[in-house]
């Protein structure tokens, strides 16, 4: 192709026609920025067919990350609802002396046992850690699931500050109303005596402060947090395969 155009080049010059010739070149000029205008074309086609490729497997694995997460915060909320609703159902005992007597020892003893679930949300975050510190998150075509994405640390952050002071205070208080609990004969703990339990004044500044106030303003948070999941989950699925 390229001895044919020169061919004619050359053909042109030994007749000496220079207008005939100055338009060949022109047009030669011409195939050869459309040639390159194509192959910059496909090339950025081919480019961008593999940044699509590569968004694709990125939003794959990050959607079974964030459904494993969502399933783990769902049973951790699960969990400290139960907390909650009992501390809920203590504090009214503490207004309610007699429905208290009423209550078994095995009743009390189960409230007692749910009252103190304090589970933590362990998320996995090795696909989202991996893709923000390798740079990949920026293949996201999506600006607000990026944003969701490198925000999400932070918010899962604070949805865990509640469990973890409970967790932190609650140790002291739990041990200060067992051990005045227990029954003690020479030298040996035979028993405990559950009962005393509910008068303690540890037992019911952990059901007012810990198990009440600041569950209730931690479940709030965690609730926040799944609902962001959930939101994500769906980001995710309107840019797969889009």
Do not use: C
């Amino acid at each position: 192709m390229i001895k044919f155009f020169r061919k004619i080049r050359y053909d042109l010059m030994e007749k000496n026609k220079t207008g005939k010739y100055l338009k060949y070149a022109v047009g030669e000029i011409l195939l050869v920025i459309i040639g390159i205008l194509i192959a910059v074309s496909i090339n950025g086609w081919n480019e961008d067919r593999k940044l699509k490729k590569a968004e694709q497997s990125i939003l794959k694995d990050l959607k079974q990350e964030m459904i494993i997460n969502l399933k783990a915060l769902e049973s951790t909320i699960e969990g400290n609802e139960i907390s909650f609703q009992t501390a809920i159902e203590m504090r009214a005992l503490f207004r309610d002396r007699a429905a208290f007597d009423k209550m078994s020892d095995s009743l009390f003893s189960a409230s007692i046992r749910k009252l103190d679930y304090n589970l933590t949300y362990d998320p996995q975050n090795g696909i989202l850690n991996s893709i923000i510190s390798s740079g990949q998150i920026n293949q996201l075509s999506n600006k607000e699931l990026k944003y969701l994405l490198a925000s999400l640390k932070d918010l899962t952050t604070d949805a865990l500050e509640s469990t973890l002071k409970i967790e932190t205070q609650r140790e002291s208080s739990i041990k200060s109303y067992w051990t005045n609990a227990m029954i003690i004969e020479d030298g040996k703990i035979t028993g405990y005596n559950l009962r005393s339990i509910f008068e303690h004044p540890e037992f019911r500044w952990a059901t007012n402060h810990l198990f009440h106030d600041i569950r209730k303003n931690g479940l709030e948070e965690e609730k926040d947090l799944m609902a962001t999941l959930e939101y994500i989950i769906e980001l995710i699925d309107k840019n797969i395969n889009k």
